[in-house]
């Protein structure tokens, strides 16, 4: 990619960025604005822009997550605005990741993606943006509900792999999740069928009270989500498994593919 496209990208992320506290991407990319890296020239360039759009993207997620917790848990909040500011902050991410898939050099992701493996003394997995802990929480925001009647294997998963997960945030995921918000038990009833999937978790009961273009913006915010997991389902697809690479964040009793479109809901039952 030209130096001076490149520029624009860096000058793009800037703006968008309000920082994030807990990045997907392991401690080299610690610091927020200049983040250590593994590599020196093109493939250190390569992957600190990596690390940078991870880091922006989070920062999107958190912005639209801080969204529609107002919406769902502030009684006079203003839904339209809630839900127009959770539809920008999920364009801009989605506009984020199509700049990966656009414009990221497969040859240099190979050349740094060899730094973020699976620790080869551990039976465990590796770090893999699977584990944002927003992703989930805006998805439970949004449609909740839907997504556990019908791809509940996304719940269990997500129960199963927590540990994985930044824990403050999915904590506070499961908190919601919990009919006792005291605690947050990784085996709730809901989950065994033994109690009614916890619709309070999700902005569903207070979208009860609106319709009209206040439902068709929340439909805008689903089809976006929607639209980034089909984005990144295609950049994990071009950038990782097309080319064999390891897959670091899927266990090996899982199918990918199958991870990769779990948090699709099917068109007629959103
Ligand atoms: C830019 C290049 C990216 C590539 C090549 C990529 C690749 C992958 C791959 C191969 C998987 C399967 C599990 C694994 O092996 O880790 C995966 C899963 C996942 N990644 Fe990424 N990823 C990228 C960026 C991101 C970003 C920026 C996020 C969001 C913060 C993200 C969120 C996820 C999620 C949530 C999953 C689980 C499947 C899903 O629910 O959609 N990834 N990714």
């Known amino acids: 990619m030209k130096e001076s496209s490149r ?22 990319c610690s610091s927020k604005n200049d983040p250590r890296v593994y590599c020196l020239g093109a493939a250190g360039v390569e992957e600190r822009d990596f690390c940078l759009g991870h880091q922006i993207i989070e920062s999107e997620l958190q912005s639209a997550m801080d969204a529609l917790l107002n919406l769902r848990d502030v009684a006079d909040a203003d839904a339209g605005q809630c839900l127009a500011l959770c539809l920008a902050r999920l364009e801009s ?10 414009h990221m050099s497969p040859d240099l992701f190979g050349q740094f993606r060899v730094f973020y493996g699976k620790n080869p003394y551990k039976n465990t ?3 893999s943006g699977r584990f944002s802990a927003r992703i989930v929480a805006v998805s439970v925001l949004l449609i909740g509900e839907q997504l556990f009647h019908q791809k509940p294997q996304f719940y269990r998963d997500l129960y199963r792999l927590s540990e994985y997960y930044p ?7 499961f908190r919601w999740l919990s009919s006792d918000k005291g605690s947050a038990p990784l085996k709730p009833g809901w989950l065994e069928g033994k109690a009614d999937f916890p619709r309070i ?3 569903s ?12 913006l929340r439909t ?22 097309e080319p064999g690479r390891p897959i670091v964040g899927v266990e090996v009793s899982e199918n990918v593919e199958a991870v990769l479109s779990q948090r699709l809901l099917t068109e007629e039952r959103r």
Not at 95 to 102: A, D, G, H, S
Not at 167 to 173: A, D, L, Y
Not at 207 to 216: D, K, L, N, R, V
Not at 220 to 241: E, G, N, P, Q, W
Request: positive net charge; charged residues 20%; aromatic residues 6%.
């Open 7 to 28: 520029l624009t990208a860096r000058q793009c992320l800037a703006q968008t960025s309000n920082g994030s506290q807990e990045s997907t991407r392991p401690t080299s």
């Open 93 to 102: 991410a989605n506009y984020v990741l199509t700049r990966f898939y656009e």
């Open 125 to 127: 997995l590796g770090p």
């Open 167 to 173: 824990q403050r945030c999915i904590r506070e995921v």
């Open 201 to 203: 978790a999700t902005i």
């Open 205 to 216: 009961p207070v979208m009860e009270h609106h319709g009209g273009e206040i439902g068709m």
């Open 220 to 241: 805008s915010c689903i089809c976006a989500r929607d639209r980034f997991t089909r984005m990144h389902r295609s950049t994990a697809l071009k950038y990782t498994v």
